[in-house]
């Protein structure tokens, strides 16, 4: 037993250094497939981020008058806060707005103006996973009219807008996905059944002496294994460190998931064994 695993695992080595050009042409294709999948990847992980981000900002900002008394201020933010459509509204006197500005604008209104005129206000954090940008659209024009309210900031539609655009680039981003997968199969598929082409007359007089499918093709697989490993991994450090370059050199902050090297790798052993295996069926009947 000891003795055909060894045979099996030479012969894999054997195939790997006999078939140089064969070889060669697979690594590079899964390096050139899986650079693309590994950039695709990280730019779906960052979109996610994106996203994310764009419905942090589901939130509008009423701007009161300077007549609203606090409790008048405090009972329409309860009022908001009973609003199926919000989840929470949060009180900014007028201190907290001139810290805002301070913050912002580097400059103590006080000290500018000798008075704070900034308004009190409240802002309004709405429902992410249930929102709906009519309703909120209906919600603003109901309360404009309240004669407490001098103004009402929202940015909604331009956010619904672009998180659109990101959807749709996520579609396309998977389209593009199983392309690059399905030309993947294709190609190793192709170069593995040139590779067992080469080899027909060893795999002969394997069958000669009573060798079984699985143990033909083994040594194959090995093979295949060597070269997804050495491909995929190629991939993996010319899309991590291609990264670490463009957030260096631009100033970007693009984030690279710790466990993309994992993927990267454990896909191209699966689409490898996938394509291999199909080709095989085909000539080894």
Not at 143 to 149: D, V
Not at 156 to 183: A, Q, T, W
Request: proline fraction near 1%; hydrophobic fraction near 45%; charged fraction near 20%.
């Amino acid at each position: 037993m000891i003795d055909k695993i060894a045979f099996l695992f030479v012969e894999g080595i054997k195939n790997f250094t006999r078939n140089k050009l064969t070889n060669f042409i697979c690594i590079v294709t899964i390096f050139i497939n899986f650079t693309i999948l590994g950039t695709f990847f990280v730019l779906g992980y960052n979109t996610d981020n994106v996203v994310n981000f764009f419905r942090s900002k589901y939130t509008f900002e009423i701007f009161l008058n300077s007549e609203t008394s606090l409790d008048q201020a405090v009972t329409l933010k309860n009022k908001l806060s009973n609003n199926a459509l919000v989840t929470s509204v949060d009180f900014i006197g007028k201190e907290e707005s001139a810290k805002i500005f301070y913050d912002e604008f580097g400059e103590d209104i006080m000290e500018v103006l000798g008075y704070n005129p900034l308004p009190t206000s409240l802002k309004v954090n709405l429902e992410e996973n249930r929102f709906d940008s009519n309703q909120v659209n209906t919600l603003i024009e109901e309360y404009k009219l309240n004669s407490l309210i001098d103004e009402i900031s929202y940015q909604g539609n331009y956010i619904d807008n672009i998180e659109s655009r990101i959807n749709l680039f996520i579609f396309i981003f998977l389209v593009l996905v199983l392309l690059v997968i399905f030309i993947s199969i294709q190609t190793i598929g192709n170069t593995t059944g040139l590779s067992l082409s080469n080899r027909r007359d060893f795999i002969e007089i394997l069958r000669y002496n009573g060798a079984s499918n699985l143990f033909i093709k083994t040594p194959f697989f090995i093979e295949i294994f060597l070269q997804s490993l050495i491909g995929s991994l190629l991939a993996f450090f010319l899309v991590k460190y291609g990264f670490v370059v463009i957030n260096s050199y631009l100033g970007v902050n693009i984030e690279i998931d710790n466990y993309l090297w994992a993927w990267i790798i454990t896909l191209s052993l699966i689409i490898s064994t996938y394509a291999s295996s199909k080709s095989m069926k085909r000539i080894l009947v």
